[in-house]
């Protein structure tokens, strides 16, 4: 669950950004929603989903979750993602398996061959139970989760991730 109050100007502010304010993170880490453990967070994020509701619902929440001068792309479809890979490098990417064209299956694949031990965080979302079963066998994927997507779980599993390489 995200928690956001009201900031300056009517802006929604994040529980990151309210922490920060009270000076119990840095500008480099969130805090969790039991406001105990402190993660550092990847500061540039690919969401690769062909629904455009979810893709910007997913960036609008990690947007406000990250520090403030992350940034967050969104992809719309495996090509797209392995492109816009290339071109800007991100730290992570969190890709919806069932897309039409080039599947979040074929897009990691090919993230991962181009990039080799310098490959991004990769982390697989499905709405299905099978997705994720195949996404963990096929083990492109650095983690994978369900649809919805928690945003605790995810900012979990990127901060995890980035504190390991």
Known sequence: MVHAALGRGGRPESRHEQEARRGNACSWNVVCSDCTTEIDLPDHVLIVEDDPDQADSLALLLQLAL????????????????????????????????????SGFEAATSIREIFGAAAPILIAVSGSDGGIAAARAERVFDHAILKPVDLDRLLQLLGSSAASR
């Open 67 to 102: 520090p403030d001068d992350a940034l967050v792309d969104v992809a719309s479809g495996g090509r797209q993602a392995v492109s816009m890979a290339l071109a800007t490098r991100p730290k992570a990417v969190v890709m919806d398996l069932g897309m039409p064209g080039m």
